[in-house]
């Protein structure tokens, strides 16, 4: 496909001619049929032209579950998207790092989001989504990603890390640099203002990490890190200490922002699952697990093969990439009934691809489901209906799957 | 068939008969025992089917492969005595097993 002309017809072209990495086919909404076609008819194929290069696309869910859990064979090294890395800064981020060096750096920060520690941290999430809530307009037209998603992922990312309260905003703009870089993954983000404000946000949290190691028995991320012997001494190893950051960060920004808008547009298409949530709020954690499948807030991740190796009949060659569709997975009618329906009370919710699976399954989904439920618990408190009012916009990514813009209208209860 | 007893983090214990030929994770979740999620439907990819066994169980019971090893890595409250459940099957020789589950999955 070239990427300046009309979408193919997703039926009648052939599959050769597919770009599933064409950042349009997600944000016109138009990659269904495409996936649908290769679960089908091709569902390890290869794409020998991009504008990223030739890359694998695996497509079913259990496909996607072997792949991951075959971490010597399909490496997380260099890089876990489409595109290659193309910057001088050498952010160090265990989800692009293979096992043992993975498994180190992740045990250091997994129990900060362990569920005792984020019990700790529920009631002041609560009240301040309860404070978004109340202060939004009612029977008046406003853009819910806005006003809701960004801003409730973004002071959940400053209460997490106790960051200062008003520079809160700096945390999403430096998640929107590291996670949209247009070789990474078809975005548009200017590579210098990406640098310059990398290195502005290590530096903003290495001057909180010396003020806050004078302070006692914080429950915040970076509290958590200095109490811990492998991490205590982080700041010490910049790279590192950055890379953890920004993988926490755009880990917990994008991902739960475009599912808190995304369970919105869902609800509204599907009028019968929103009366079944009305008439019955404990509805609600499982409804967030569907909510995080329907949505598939990251689209892929991407592997790269060590070796040659056999694949469900495929001759893979050392080096080549493999992107693991989980957008694709979660839609696959072997492992999950009406896979493209949005159902709110099914009965294994849990069993989806969004997280991702084996040892770099995401470390924050307890977290990420947490602040969804409180979300939705708070909104039926007050809101009838939260009525899309208008058509949203999707962002252009071929990684991230979110929303630029949803204009929404509330009915108070 | 064999009886497995699953105590629950906060005490309450749930004696099963199990059967055997499936895994420990399928039999608890047929049974209703709550703290188990198996959100991978039992392939060893996720890591919430998540047990401790208890005693001299572990020659019966088998131990984790290098996969399951990998995946019990992640587990913040992993101790000696961890094991996934869906990698368990369940046999006769399990008769009278005791397995604790933890205080979260994640
Ligand atoms: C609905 C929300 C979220 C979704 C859909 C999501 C999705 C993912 C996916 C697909 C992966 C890669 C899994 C793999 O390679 O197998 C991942 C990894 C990760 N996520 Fe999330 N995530 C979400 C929320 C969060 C939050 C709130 C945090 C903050 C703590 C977070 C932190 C991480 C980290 C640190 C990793 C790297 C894990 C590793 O490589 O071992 N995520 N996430
Ligand atoms: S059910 Fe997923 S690892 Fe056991």
Redesign the interface.
Known sequence: MNQAEKLPDPNTTPLAQFDLSDPRLYEQDAWRPYFARLRAEDPVHYQSDSPFGPFWSVTRFEDI?AV??N?EVFSSEPTIVIGDLTEDLPIEMFIAMD?PKH?LQ??AV??V????NLAQMESLIRSRVAEILDHLPVDETFNWVDRVSINLTTQMLATLFDFPFEERHKLTYWSDLAAGSPEMAGGNVDQEERMTGMMDCLETFTRIWHERKTREGGFDLISLLQRDPNTADLVERPMEYLGNLVLLIVGGNDTTRNSASGGVLALNQNPAEYAKLRANHSLIPGMVSEIIRWQTPLMHMRRTATRDVEFKGKQIRKGDKIVMWYLSGNRDENTIDNADEFIIDRS?P??HSS?G???H?CMG??LAEMQLRILWEEIMQRFSFVELVGEPERVQSNFVRGFATMPVKLHPL | MPTITLIEHCGTSHTIEAETGKTLMQNALDNMVPGI?A???G??????CHCFVEGDWEPASGTADA?EE??L??R??RTEQSRLSCQIEVNDALDGMVVRLP??Q?
């Open positions: 579950m991951e859990a971490h096992p498994d992740r045990r997994q129990p989001v362990a569920p005792q294994n849990r069993h997280f699976f084996g040892v399954r989904n307890r | 999620d959100d991978c439907g392939a060893c990819a996720c890591g919430t996969m990998a995946m890595g992640m913040p409250d205080e979260y994640m």
